[in-house]
């Protein structure tokens, strides 16, 4: 049974209660910073447009198709913005954007990451909301930043991988370009972009001053792969790509295990650690062969070392090794894929890592969870599922304080769109 | 190039950086250093506190052996820039008292040791909150402070592995494989530098502070959640590895040109339709217009086999830097499958000043990636190169916690600084 966190109605204490958060966005790179916002408490505002979708609302469910596009389905929906409140507005209305100050100015921070520019151009940039809201602190993030040549390129996260060096470093030396499936540039990005609103917002407490920020997903991306880069910038020479081995530890690398595509890591570092591998595995034998005497031999005779290893390897499941390993510490970790995390995952599932949430159409659904193990503050997803527009009157009638008449009236003249 | 020298404007900005007056102790190997780097540059105030003799991520590789090079790590070089750093024995009675001292001054301490080893030395975070009720205490570890796996050894290949990342990264005939760097380590830094916060702003705001318990697999798991639960539960795919291009974005990967590779995403049923026209009008493909491959990439899925031969066309027509220049002036995102040496000359960096220049003794400079956000009120800036060994232990202990000379060289021969 997979084991979750019920997070409904859990009360207690929220670390970002109070903060109010505004978002003209898409798909992941601007969104996932205010999702983990919305986890720790802040009340985040999702402006939308049902002229404009979201590419996450333009899902359309693998196991029905015939259902067409679902905006309210996607997984990655969820994954990204379980938690917020959901708006929409025709911003190609002047009224509209008037109504969107008016819910900048009572809000802490704005995330953007519509294509360049178009904030500027509908009269949403800093400088015109700084007029409504002084202290704003206001994150901008796109592919190559808001200036230089390349500016307003279009990118998603796998083009950062492949432009900022990482898929040509990493992977095995036969492979030009190694991608992951799950665009870390976007994460990484989004994870600095959060990092940086926290301290800008840690410094607006102090001095009562808000801020421009300006995040490039190629930058902070480099920027994370210090290590291969500086070995470029240093040494003058291009890195080559080393697959999963290290340069100071052996045998280090996946062995393939009993069962379709099965996999373990596996990390030795020193010496200790060999000698109880070699323990483990029942092979007295390694820690006697000269080729594998010394890191540096085997480091020198990997190929052979591997080889050896995955004959024991190959005759256990992956948790068997991975067990085995680790009771005589040695670090290793079963390659796990989503149904292991999901299902075999003991240490996830201890802690309680994944969360069950509303969602709006689906009745309860699994999310993936934050990772910030805040004990005093745990921190909770909200409903997942929103549609466009869903929390309209709450937004512009409670927290705007919007009449009835006023809200009709804008409806009627097309600037707050109804879903 | 566009790099900034140490001596232009980056140093002489007096303006204070966001995180000035903050102060972070940092025990920490190389699952912690980029989150202390985080907050260094941003002008906290980190004291790097390594054992006498240093600590063992100083020699990890690579090594600075190009042209006046040092010798020394240059990870810990990059991910150890704008802190101070100072020895101590924190299994010695007196080592403990002094870091107790320290603690007294500080918003923040960051750890990376197996979970209980600062408990059973009286210096985990229930003794240390009674001295400094407001302090964060931040831990990294492998997989958490709690669970049964709590023990386990980690690396950052075993929390890529665990975490679901290696499985869906690389090709399908090869084994799983892993980012260069140490990506996922970098990933469990950025969290605990976020989380971190979070637990400081509510610090600020009530009194308390809190323990932030962050695990290396779970930040993993959370980085490569597109392919991870939520996905595989909705649909019952798992996914797997598929090369370079994406599941779900169709027409996605690498595409030979003239003189290398270009990266291709499309999404956007706007992207796809600038895509198909530049086909047509350069190859004469008719059939590449139809309106069934028209809408979100859920309509190409069935296809994408046959638009890679549409799109294989195009491409060997012509050079990387005119697929990717004319590509995107159409709105299209290609780009450049660069190395590190494109990226290191790459004009976009250069134009906004993106390398950052720093002397490195002997009139040597080196130059390091610079900022990961551009921050229009409060600077990111290195302060320092990665300090020496203690370097600053005369700095802090004499200066700032009093301690006379004959003191400092005192515990310094008994080995507690």
């Known amino acids: ?419 | 190039m566009g790099g900034q020298g140490a001596g232009d404007e980056k140093l002489t900005d007096i303006r204070p950086s966001a995180l000035q007056g903050r102060r972070v102790l940092e025990l920490a190997d190389e699952k912690g250093a980029y989150c202390g780097k985080l907050f260094a540059d941003m002008g906290a105030d980190v004291i790097k506190i390594e054992r006498p003799g240093g600590d063992a991520s100083r020699r990890s590789p690579p090594l600075w052996r190009g042209e006046g090079g040092s010798g020394e790590s240059l990870s810990f070089l990059y991910t150890n820039t704008s802190k101070r750093a100072v020895t101590l024995d924190l299994e010695k009675a007196e080592g403990r008292e002094l870091f107790v001292r320290l603690v007294e001054t500080a918003d923040v301490v960051l750890e990376t040791f197996p979970p209980g080893f600062l408990d059973e030395l009286g210096l985990g975070y229930g003794h240390l909150r009674r001295t400094n009720p407001a302090l964060v205490f931040s831990s990294i570890t492998g997989f958490g402070q709690t669970g049964p796996q709590r023990g386990f050894r980690s690396s950052d290949l075993v929390a890529g592995a665990l975490g679901g990342a290696l499985y869906v990264t690389g090709e399908a005939d090869d084994p799983p494989v892993t980012l260069a760097g140490q990506q996922y380590y970098t990933v469990a830094g950025l969290c605990a530098a976020s989380a971190t916060m979070i637990a400081l702003l509510h610090a600020s705001r009530v009194g308390r502070g809190q323990h932030v318990d962050v695990s290396a697999e779970e930040t993993t798991v959370s980085l490569s959640h597109i392919c991870g639960i939520g996905k595989w539960l909705d649909d019952g795919i798992v996914p797997r590895r598929m090369g370079t291009a994406l599941f779900a974005s169709v027409p996605s990967g690498t595409y030979t040109c003239r003189d290398g590779l270009v990266y291709l995403m499309v999404n956007r049923p706007a992207h796809w339709k600038a895509l198909a026209e530049w086909i047509h009008e350069e190859c004469g493909i008719e059939e590449v217009m139809d309106p069934m491959f028209e809408g979100p990439s859920s309509r190409r899925l069935p296809h994408r086999e046959l638009l890679d031969i549409f799109i294989r066309d195009l491409t060997a027509r012509h050079s990387v830097e005119e697929i990717y220049h004319q590509g995107q002036q159409r709105h299209i995102a290609f780009t450049p499958v660069n190395g590190l040496a494109e990226v290191a000359r790459d004009p976009q960096l250069a134009a906004r000043g993106y390398f950052v220049d720093l002397p490195h003794g002997n009139g040597v400079t080196l130059r390091f990636p610079g900022a990961p956000y551009r921050c229009g009120e409060t600077p990111w800036r290195v302060s320092r190169r990665a300090p020496a060994v203690g370097e600053h232990n005369a700095e802090i202990y004499g200066g700032e916690l009093g301690l006379s000379g004959i003191g400092l060289r005192e515990l310094e021969e008994r080995g507690i600084i």
Not at chain 1, 306 to 320: I, P, V
Request: net charge negative; charged share 20%; glycine share 12%.
């Open chain 1, 1 to 419: 049974m997979m084991a979750v966190r019920d997070v409904e109605g859990r009360g207690g204490e929220q670390a970002l209660a109070g903060i109010r958060v505004v978002e003209f966005s898409s798909a992941m790179a601007g969104p996932w910073i205010g999702r983990f916002m919305a986890w720790a408490g802040a009340e985040v505002v999702r402006v939308e447009s049902a002229k404009h979708p979201d590419v996450v609302r333009q899902y359309v469910p693998p196991w029905a198709p015939e259902l067409g596009t679902q905006p309210q389905l996607s997984p990655w929906f969820t994954d990204w913005n379980a938690g917020k409140r959901f708006v929409a507005l025709d911003l190609s209305r002047p009224r509209a954007i008037e109504i969107a100050r008016r819910l900048v100015g009572i809000c802490d921070l704005v995330i953007e990451n519509y294509s360049g520019g178009v904030v500027d151009r509908l009269g949403l940039g800093y400088e015109d909301l700084r007029a409504v809201k002084p202290d704003l602190i206001m994150l901008s993030t796109s592919g190559y930043g808001r200036d230089g040549p390349c500016s307003g390129y279009v990118t998603w996260g796998p083009n950062i991988e492949a432009l900022s060096g990482s898929s040509r470093a990493s992977g095995f030396p036969h492979r030009e370009c190694t991608v992951t499936q799950f665009a870390y540039p976007d994460g990484v990005s989004a994870l600095h972009g959060l990092f940086v609103v926290l301290a800008a917002l840690d410094y607006r407490t102090r001095s009562g001053r808000g801020q421009f920020i300006d995040v490039s997903q190629y930058e902070a991306t480099v920027s994370s792969m210090g290590q291969p880069m500086l070995d470029f910038l240093a040494n003058g020479e291009e890195p080559r790509p080393m697959g999963n081995r290290a340069s100071a530890a052996a045998p280090h690398g996946c062995f393939r295990c009993a069962g379709d595509d099965a996999w373990c890591a596996i990390s030795v570092g020193g010496e200790e650690e060999w000698r109880s591998l070699c323990r483990v595995a029942g092979r007295p034998d390694w820690a006697a062969d000269e080729r594998f005497a010394s890191l540096s031999e085997r480091i020198e005779n990997q190929e052979a070392l591997d080889q050896e290893l995955t004959r024991w390897t190959s005759c256990l499941t992956a948790y068997e090794v991975m067990e085995s390993l680790q009771g005589a510490g040695v670090a290793a970790g079963v390659v796990q894929n989503a149904e292991d995390l999901a299902w075999r995952d003991r240490q996830l599932a201890d802690r309680g890592f994944l969360e069950q949430i509303e969602h709006h159409k689906k009745g309860r659904v699994i999310a993936t969870g934050v990772p910030f193990g805040l004990g005093a503050t745990p921190g909770r997803s909200g409903a997942a599922g929103s549609a466009i527009g869903q929390d309209n009157h709450y937004v512009f009638g409670e927290l705007l304080g919007m009449s009835a008449a006023e809200i009709e009236e804008s409806v009627r003249a097309g600037a707050i769109e109804t879903g």
